[in-house]
């Protein structure tokens, strides 16, 4: 297993497949691990997996939630190598943010702007992703990346700029996974005390019973009712545009969806904010 700290380290392994996380492996991270290595061996003749490690500072609002992210490389290189990946690139804060030169953060995509979404409750957010996401195409010079669909809104922001701006990566879509009884996994999940484990489970109840209903409204009600029940602060419970991430009219029905769409919830629950989706209405 390789480890990278710097460009002349991580050379031979240009042009694979990266999948860009922050550390603290879970394995939500092992499941696109592997989905990374299936692509490089189906597409792309066997090129590299790499796993990009980098807390990035510009995209936490809160100071406290950037300094308790919790930071355990070794362990990461240990399971990044056991799922399949060739190397793990953990560059310097200099290094992706050099003193003297300015990383442009671009044009942020129109699903990522005045949703009401991840974009309204996390200000700066999708503009420290586009920043640091055209940096570490650049940096890594990769074909393809995977990213979660659990961070839906981010997931469609990075596919829009690539395609968008020509930048020539492929994203390539990992399912979210789940504890057994349904919560999201997260590297938060850590902070939550074991009462606050068993309400944050009202979110992906809230989002199957969401699947169940006949119309958007019914949807997002039903969405809310499930989460304010547990006492979750409630940011959003909404029906969208899978793609666009643009409203839908609140009557629409499942038959008269014109594209695919997204059931979308997020909250705060003690020292942890939680999000999760899943489509609408459920797949066949």
Same mark, same amino acid.
């Not at 129109?110 to 979404?117: E, F, Q, S, Y």
């Not at 666009?244 to 014109?258: D, G, I, R, V």
């Given at each position: 297993m390789h480890v990278a700290h710097t460009l002349e380290d991580l050379r031979p392994h240009f042009g694979g497949v990266l999948i860009p996380t922050m550390g603290a492996l879970h394995t939500g991270h092992i499941e696109l691990i592997e989905i990374a290595a299936r692509h490089a061996h189906d597409e792309l003749n066997g090129a590299p997996v790499v796993v990009y490690v980098f807390v990035n500072p510009t995209q936490f609002d809160e100071k406290d939630d950037f300094d308790r992210y919790p930071r355990t490389l070794e362990t990461d290189v240990a399971i990044a190598a056991e799922a399949g990946a060739q190397c793990v690139f953990a560059p310097p804060v200099e290094l992706v943010y050099p003193q003297n030169e300015s990383i442009p953060v671009g044009t942020i995509p129109?699903?990522?702007?005045?949703?009401?979404?991840e974009d309204a409750f996390r200000p700066g957010h999708f503009e420290?992703?586009?920043q640091v996401? @055209? @940096?570490f195409f650049k940096l890594t010079q990769c074909a393809a990346?995977?990213?979660g669909e659990k961070d839906w809104q981010q997931l469609q922001t990075v596919r829009a700029m690539s395609e968008?701006?020509?930048l020539g990566v492929t994203i390539v879509p990992g399912p979210t996974v789940r504890e057994k009884d349904g919560l999201a996994l997260s590297s938060r999940n850590v902070h939550l005390t074991k009462d606050e484990r068993e309400r944050a489970l009202s979110i992906s109840r809230g989002l199957r019973a969401a699947q169940q209903e006949f119309t958007v409204a019914d949807a997002e009600r039903a969405i809310r009712e499930s989460v304010t029940s547990a006492g979750i602060d409630v940011n959003?419970?909404?029906?969208r545009d899978a793609a =666009?991430?643009?409203?839908?009219?609140?009557? =629409?029905?499942?038959?008269?969806?014109?594209a695919p769409a997204r059931a979308l919830t997020a909250g705060r629950l003690g020292l942890? @904010?939680?999000l999760d989706n899943m489509p609408w209405p459920s797949e066949p």
């Open positions: 129109d699903c990522a702007v005045n949703k009401g979404l420290g992703v586009c996401v @055209r @940096r990346a995977v990213f968008g701006e020509g959003y419970a909404t029906v =666009t991430l643009e409203p839908l009219p609140p009557h =629409t029905t499942a038959s008269e969806l014109q942890v @904010r939680l």
